[in-house]
């Protein structure tokens, strides 16, 4: 990795920072790594727009933890709730932003509404080996890119949802609600990819069955699974319209390879497709993040 400022957060008081946010906005002009010592921060956190990059970087992926428990209907200072949008425990504006080795949870719990552990509206957000723990609207993905490498990222209903171009490479994903919904994509019309899941697996809770893989927020709602492992929780039409006939005709939701008790390609719903080889080969992190400044985050690391 280049040669950045480092900053230590301990909630022991060992380092330069006590909270998460107290580092982010002593951050300059240039580059910096924000090294978390293990702990549990309870806070909301924003990286805002105009920071240079920024890394969050964790020494114990399971015992660094950032969390807070607003949902949906939590009241904010003006007594209204606060809506889906402003519910989650870090939100990520800033391009280029970094995060390795650490969980991130709404612990509002199930049955509280929408609840977001992660907002990502950023382009080229990188995230590898971290945890999303949450239930209905885990992880928010807004527009722009975004890599997903070896993390876990759990929830009930649309737990990964938004319009952002993104790959998932050798996730975990698990469901935690019969019934339940994995992906709720809202792809713009002319992007020409939505979700891309590599070689991940699909899990649900003990009892938990009919999971679907995808339903379509929007209507040019574009998932794809290549080569993933299904548990039996994964309902065998894979696929829902979320009520609406016509979006059958707009989305693009499709697989190939999958395997395990939930892969079923005789009985998935008629409006998916499976893909060939020759066209899964084609989605490589590189190319489907890549981009005019032929963005390669497979090659970053957050390591120091």
């Known amino acids: 990795m280049d040669n950045k400022q480092i900053i230590v957060v301990s909630q022991q008081g060992t380092g330069d920072f006590v909270t998460v946010q107290e580092a982010v906005d002593s951050v300059g002009n240039e580059p910096v790594?924000?090294?978390?010592?293990?702990?549990?921060?309870?806070?909301?956190?924003?990286?805002?727009?105009?920071?240079?990059?920024?890394t969050l970087l964790g020494k114990d992926l399971k015992n660094t933890i950032l969390t807070y428990d607003d949902n949906a209907h939590t009241l904010g200072d003006d007594g209204s709730p606060i809506g889906t949008f402003r519910s989650a425990s870090l939100f990520i504006y800033a391009p280029d932003f970094m995060m390795e080795n650490m969980t991130i949870v709404n612990s509002s719990g199930p049955g509280t509404g929408q609840a977001v552990a992660a907002f990502v509206d950023a382009d080229r957000a990188l995230f590898r080996n971290v945890q999303f723990l949450g239930d209905q609207d885990t992880l928010y993905t807004g527009p722009g890119r975004q890599y997903y490498d070896q993390c876990y990222i759990e929830g009930d209903v649309d737990f990964i949802f938004g319009p952002a171009t993104a790959v998932f490479d050798h996730c975990h994903i698990h469901c935690k609600r019969k019934g339940g919904y994995i992906t709720a994509a809202s792809t713009p019309e002319n992007e020409e990819h939505g979700y891309i899941f590599l070689d991940c697996k699909v899990t649900g809770d003990a009892g938990v069955e009919k999971v679907y893989l995808g339903r379509p927020w929007r209507p040019y709602a574009k998932v794809t699974w290549v080569r993933t492992n299904m548990d039996a929780s994964v309902h065998p039409s894979g696929w829902h319209n979320w009520g609406d006939l016509e979006k059958e005709k707009t989305s693009r939701y499709s697989e190939y390879g999958s395997y395990g008790l939930g892969a079923n390609d005789m009985e998935r719903v008629t409006w998916a497709q499976l893909i060939s080889k020759e066209e899964a080969s084609e989605l490589t992190p590189d190319f489907v993040l890549g981009g005019l400044d032929q963005w390669q985050p497979a090659k970053r690391s957050a390591r120091v």
Not at 33 to 51: A, C, D, M, R, T
Request: avoid cysteine.
């Open 33 to 54: 790594v924000i090294q978390v010592e293990p702990g549990i921060y309870k806070e909301k956190i924003v990286i805002h727009k105009n920071l240079p990059p920024i």
